[in-house]
């Protein structure tokens, strides 16, 4: 055992023994041991605990731990190519200045009063992410975008009764896991079957003669997204809309708001509700631990009535002219309702809304059309050099946000030997595609964001010249 | 002043910050700006043209977002000003069922370096070998605490991982070819609602155990309950109210013995924790919340985590990856090619950062740690209970149950209520004039009219309980000798009482700038308001 371990320890101010012993007094009761009356001995700890003792000095706990961070590399260390739902963007360093203020890190269940200015910081993430997507109504934030998408499909089978919905076959298979999980398994009474679109392969986007097939008088919603797994800008969203209304079914769109700047929100194409990621916002990857999701739509009871978040909501108090922010639609939670409620909400990312709402009043709305117009400038140029090395094509070359699909087929080496060799050089090559489409061959997804400068693509693009 | 008791301390009023911070839709100057990215480079621009023309016409944004246009100090200052309008941790909060524990800020400051924030979940494993170590000791960590022989931290929250244990009920049923019959799971009335709710979310029915005289649902009760329809039991103990159930054991027993799965929602572990372990009371699995027992922070509400474990036998039905270490080479690696797996409750592979503040607190608390946290959890909620049943006005939920209690008690202002028609929510707001939160009342449903739960744990000295109990009995006195001044309370917040009678208006609500414009603006500018907030 440390030697500091006779010492109070510094995160318990009652682990004095003096004040143990008059506490103790207080109740009137001889030991500690004899307060846990109420386990029966049988269910006691059969071995004891065997843990390390506590490291009371912070200096060696940092040491420790430090250590053990090393062992990384980093996208910081490494040039990184990696997005497919993660993606490195710049955090300005206001958004941690604000997420790690202890008001904000530490707050729980306070009252609209008491907790104001944290309610006030999550109204105003909905309030500019609605600006973003085109919506005025906007909930407390979801675990991840899966979850998000998840939460809307059920939503849209609620609304509409039935139990089909269609997706792109190019969908994220982490998202697409946790949409099928949220749509329950065929066994069970409410399951909603999930039915793949073809895209077309000469454009990347959604066939629209299969969607057309596909859609009947079962389908709930028709969930795409904008940018594309693939990264390719979806330009028919108004027809998708259309051609789903038409048969009496909901248009769920999934965005990365960071395009929001110059990319038109999905309200203008005719989404019944928005769903995607919020990391893009100021918000570390931090290995996914970054990731967070939102559900928006127009502010129509039939919508608002469903939504199984916890939302926020501006009003007026007691002293004229004051607003306040209060919870709507409390009752239709998981807390209040318990199991009748609609699907079920708790602890989701909220610290990372508030980061967001940091973010987005930081860029305003210069901010995000010339982080839009850098991230697809520089996204092309990066494609346009990888597209020309002998061997290499870019399967989609125009069309696309920050993200886009390279075929390494032709060269004859795989994406993963390529990667590795990329990692002897101190790169991170983009997410290997083959085997979760391997109808792309051996093809990779590149992901180029503010973070990578054209000297970083030259870099990338002599590397990969050297290997090929 | 008077207090109930001589031996408590005087009462301080304390006001909050008060900005009249107007909402951010309202704020800055067409022109100015916060954050500025470079045009990209004349290479590029050379190479791909104009950045505007590289987006498809038709989906060219046509009007500007209406967000604010500020500075970078405006922007720090306008959130800075909304954090002290905060109470969070700031003075001393008991919210019961929170656990609410110092979040140790060596974690806060290097869960910022890049070691950890600039990861991403597809680097290679050779590249992430110190955060898949982190990972793994924290598992092995609590399956010391727990006897269980696999956690996963896919959770991003405590109801994330009991819809993993509904998830993997119907993965196990399945495999078992069961699924169809196997419908439904059991849960108690003083279980948090989460386990209900993700339950009925998997697609189950759930059956809710009511509470007897002695405090939790009778044995019969679950016997009546129990069939060959039944997949899971999922339940808290000690429950809402921090009752243990001493038949817990047989509960299991029965449940086994039914076929079921039993799930233990260890959401109430600083209680029990070092005392007993799930697997050795015959529990399939359990769940620990890193932002409660663990240290981690609340965030106001996440990000969270809910660390799944559960038996040999459960173990190839949970999300995917999991973290390994071979033994052979010493490399820590994911495990993803799992068949049996029911795949994913959430993408990659959890709040890592958060499992990191839980790790860093283990170690900092150690075994000897732990223990005395769960000793002093147990001490001090027992010390508050003889000095707040002093205060007239506070009963016990459950009096006739004389045993001690856990680490929280249900207490009630039931007969406060009656004598001066003063309940717990204006008591609670009054108490934060005093730098005090509002406490913890109850979940769903209130078992106890006026209910209240303070669970002071580990971290809050004596002086700080004395203090808040003092608070209590302060406000409990002013209801009778002053009642208007409870009524309107708080009177010292960043705001004043907020008009909570139209929330749930749809002609009212507005969760957004937009909405407010059309529904509440018009509505302030008849009334003669500038603005939103002035």
């Known amino acids: ?468 | 002043m008077r207090t109930s008791s001589k031996a408590l301390p005087t009462v301080r009023e304390v006001h909050q910050a008060r900005w009249n911070e107007p909402v951010v839709m309202e704020m800055g100057v067409p022109g100015r700006r916060g954050a500025v990215y470079s045009a990209p480079e004349a290479v590029v621009e050379k190479a791909v043209g104009k950045a505007a023309d590289l987006v498809p016409a038709a989906m060219r944004r046509k009007n500007r977002p209406a967000l604010p246009e500020m500075t970078e100090p405006d922007v720090l200052r306008h959130y800075l000003h909304l954090s002290q309008m905060v109470h969070g941790m700031m003075g001393v909060n008991l919210f019961g069922t929170c656990t609410m524990k110092y979040n140790p800020r060596i974690s806060t400051h290097l869960t910022l370096r890049p070691e950890l924030a600039t990861l991403h979940p597809y680097q290679p494993e050779e590249t992430l070998q110190g955060l898949l170590e982190i990972v793994h000791s924290f598992d092995l960590i609590l399956r010391e605490l727990s006897g269980m022989d696999q956690f996963v931290f896919q959770a991003a929250g405590g109801a994330g991982a009991a819809y993993i244990h509904a998830c993997i009920t119907r993965g196990y049923f399945q495999a078992k070819g069961e699924l169809a019959q196997r419908n439904e799971i059991i849960s108690t009335i003083q279980t948090h609602p989460c386990n209900q709710a993700t339950a009925a979310t998997a697609g189950f029915n759930v059956i809710t155990l009511p509470l007897e005289e002695n405090g939790y649902p009778s044995i019969e009760a679950l016997k009546g309950a129990l069939s060959n329809r039944t997949a899971a039991l999922m339940v808290n103990n000690p429950d809402d109210m921090g009752v243990y159930n001493p038949q817990i054991k047989d509960w299991v027993k029965l449940v086994k013995k039914a076929g079921a799965l039993a799930f233990y929602d260890h959401a109430n572990f600083n209680g029990v924790m070092s005392k007993i372990r799930a697997r050795e009371l015959g529990f399939d699995a359990c769940m620990f919340m890193l932002h409660k027992t663990f240290g981690g922070p609340k965030g106001g509400g996440g990000p969270a985590v809910g660390a799944y474990g559960c038996s040999a036998e459960l173990e190839p039905f949970l999300p995917k990856p999991i973290v390994r270490l071979d033994d052979k080479t010493g490399r820590y690696r994911l495990d993803a090619d799992r068949k049996l797996s029911v795949g994913k409750v959430r993408e990659y592979f959890g709040n890592l950062q958060v499992v990191f503040y839980a790790y860093a607190w283990a170690r900092a608390m150690g075994g000897d740690g732990i223990k005395e946290a769960s000793d002093l959890a147990v001490l001090a909620n027992n010390y508050m209970e003889k000095k707040l049943l002093a205060i007239p006005g506070v009963f016990k939920s459950q009096p006739q149950m004389t045993m001690h209690r856990m680490e929280m008690t249900r207490y009630g202002l039931g007969p406060l209520k009656e004598e001066t028609g003063i309940g717990i929510v204006e008591v609670g707001a009054r108490m934060t004039d005093y730098g005090v939160d509002s406490p913890w009342l109850s979940h769903e449903p209130w078992v106890v009219p006026e209910p209240f739960t303070p669970e002071p744990g580990e971290l809050w000295s004596k002086e700080d309980i004395d203090y808040w109990i003092a608070a209590l009995a302060k406000v409990c006195e002013e209801a009778r000798t002053n009642p208007d001044l409870v009524r309107t309370a708080p009177h010292n917040a960043a705001i004043h009482a907020i008009n909570g009678a139209r929330l749930d208006d749809p002609a009212w609500w507005a969760t957004t700038w937009r909405a407010y414009k059309r529904k509440q603006a018009p509505a302030a500018r008849a009334s003669g308001k500038a603005s939103a907030s002035r």
Not at chain 1, 37 to 44: G, K, L, N, S, V
Not at chain 1, 127 to 135: K, P, R, S, T
Not at chain 1, 179 to 196: D, S
Not at chain 1, 262 to 285: E, K, N, R
């Open chain 1, 1 to 468: 055992m440390s030697p500091t371990n006779a010492i109070a320890h510094p995160y318990m101010a009652n682990s004095v023994p003096e004040i143990k012993a008059a506490m103790l007094k207080d109740i009137g009761a001889k030991s500690i041991a004899e307060l846990f009356e109420q386990i029966p001995a049988d269910h006691r700890m059969k071995k004891p605990l065997k843990l390390a003792p506590g490291m009371r000095s912070e200096a060696d706990l940092k040491k420790h731990l430090v250590g053990l961070l090393r062992k990384n590399s980093t996208c910081e260390t490494h040039l990184s190519f990696l997005g497919a739902g993660i993606w490195q963007h710049h955090v300005p360093a206001i958004c941690d200045e604000i997420g790690t203020r202890s008001e904000f890190l530490t707050s729980v269940w306070g009252t609209a009063m008491s907790d104001h200015g944290r309610n006030q910081a999550w109204f105003e993430f909905c309030a500019q992410l609605g600006e973003l997507v085109g919506m005025e109504f906007v909930g407390l934030p979801v675990y991840s975008w899966g979850c998000a998408a998840g939460n809307a499909i059920r939503m849209a089978a609620r609304i509409t009764g039935r139990l089909e919905v269609l997706v792109p076959e190019t969908l994220c298979p982490e998202r697409l896991a946790v949409i099928r999980q949220y749509c329950e398994p065929a066994e069970m009474a409410r399951h909603i079957k999930v039915v793949p679109v073809r895209h077309d392969a000469r454009t990347g986007l959604i066939d629209l003669k299969d969607l057309k097939a596909r859609l009947s008088d079962r389908t709930a919603a028709v969930y795409f997204e904008n940018p594309g797994y693939l990264g390719m800008i979806e330009t028919q969203g108004a027809d998708i809309a259309r051609m789903a209304r038409a048969a009496g079914a909901e248009t769920i769109v999934g965005v990365d708001p960071i395009s929001l700047g110059v990319l038109a929100p999905p309200s203008d194409y005719g989404a019944d509700i928005v769903v995607g990621t919020i990391q893009t916002l100021g918000v570390h990857m931090s290995a996914g631990g970054g990731a967070g999701g939102f559900i928006a739509s127009r502010d129509e009871e039939v919508y608002a009535r469903e939504y199984p978040t916890l939302n926020i909501s501006i009003t007026d108090t007691t002293h004229p002219g004051e607003v306040g922010f209060g919870l709507t639609l409390f009752h239709q939670s998981s807390y209040g309702l318990r199991e009748e409620g609609k699907d079920w909400t708790g602890n989701s990312v909220y610290l990372t809304a508030i980061q967001n709402a940091v973010y987005m009043s930081l860029l305003g709305p210069e901010g995000f059309r010339e982080i839009g117009e850098l991230i697809i400038a520089r996204a092309h140029y990066a494609a346009r050099r990888i597209g020309a090395i002998k061997g290499v094509s870019v399967n989609w070359p125009a069309g696309f946000f920050k993200e886009f699909v390279v075929d390494f087929s032709r060269t004859g080496k795989t994406v993963a030997k390529i990667n590795k060799a990329l990692l002897k050089r101190g790169i991170f090559g983009g997410k290997d595609l083959s085997k979760d489409f391997p109808r792309l061959g051996q093809s990779a997804l590149y992901a180029v964001t503010e973070c990578h400068g054209a000297d970083d693509i030259d870099r990338l693009v002599a590397a990969l010249k050297e290997i090929l």
